[in-house]
């Protein structure tokens, strides 16, 4: 278009400014002069009226053509943000057909998963925490139970051997049987003070009461030779010749040192006819 707007132009400027051939040069015989003006006048208004049009045409296309230009470039970015927002959108359930592959089947579900982990752990943790600590407890309870049992142990065995003293002391036949009584109710089955209350109760006469006793402590120890000597004593107070000597040979020989104790018991000077008795004492003396 500015190509033949262009000659156009030449054209015109052509014909306004060349001279004129020269048969114009002969006066007309019949027109006058001024007739061509007007013509030359119109057709150039028409020409440029034409160029104007033209122009016109051509600031219209450019203007079209930079509104497509644009309108296309808007069309690409708009394009491309969609295309990229659903890549994102494929990426996302992309990711989430694999958690619900892998049995995530959302967010929330991961997160229920990881409290329930979270909490079953702080609970066996707490559990075993709980049972360390109960074990520890009952340890500690155990420990405190010994300690108590051994303090009270050794109170008790303070006290019984402060009143072994004291019985060791005491003159009174009654007293010491009181003793021995405290003694029992500390250890019920105390054989030397079982013995030791047969003894005294048979110094009383009580001969049957101080059997009773012997024949508690030898059930409570077959082999406390002094039990058997109280027997052997208890016995022969109540006539019962035969029984005290052999419970007599049974204590000797389980303690050999009581075979000088023979001939200074009173309680067997009633044995002093028995054969057998004699034969005891006679191998004692031989010894």
């Known amino acids: ?50 160029l104007r049009q033209d122009q016109q045409f051509m600031r219209t296309e450019m203007t079209t053509k930079v509104a497509e230009a644009r309108l296309d470039a808007s069309d ?39 409290k329930a982990q979270v909490e079953s752990q702080v609970s066996q943790l707490t559990l075993e925490y709980e049972r360390r600590l109960n074990e520890l407890e009952n340890k500690l309870v155990l420990r405190s139970e010994q300690i108590i049992s051994a303090q009270e142990k050794i109170s008790q065995t303070n006290q019984v051997h402060s009143l072994w003293m004291r019985s060791g002391l005491e003159t009174n036949l009654h007293e ?32 049957r009461w101080a059997l009773s006793l012997s024949n508690q402590a030898i059930e409570h120890d077959h082999e406390y030779a002094l039990a ?32 000088d104790e023979v001939a200074t018991e009173k309680a067997f000077e009633v044995l002093k006819d028995n054969l057998s008795f004699q034969k005891l004492v006679d191998a004692e003396g031989e010894e």
């Open 76 to 114: 690409r970015a708009v394009r491309y943000t969609t295309d990229t927002v659903n890549n994102i959108f494929f990426i996302i359930t992309a990711a989430a057909s694999i958690l619900v592959l892998l049995g995530w089947r959302s967010l929330r579900e991961v997160r229920e998963t990881i």
């Open 1 to 50: 278009m500015p190509h033949k707007s262009f000659k156009l132009i030449t054209v015109i400027l052509w014909l306004v400014l060349s001279p004129l051939p020269a048969f114009a040069e002969q006066p007309p015989s019949n027109i006058d002069e001024p007739l061509y003006k007007p013509f030359i006048e119109r057709y150039i208004l028409d020409e440029l009226k034409m």
């Open 176 to 207: 010491q049987i009181n003793i021995y009584d405290q003694i029992l109710e500390i250890y019920p089955n105390d054989v030397e003070a079982l013995t030791y209350k047969a003894d005294s109760l048979l110094d009383l006469g009580e001969a």
């Open 228 to 259: 058997y000597w109280q027997r052997a004593c208890a016995e022969a107070s109540l006539g019962q010749l035969d029984e005290a000597v052999s419970n007599l040979e049974t204590a000797i020989l389980k303690s050999p040192a009581l075979k």
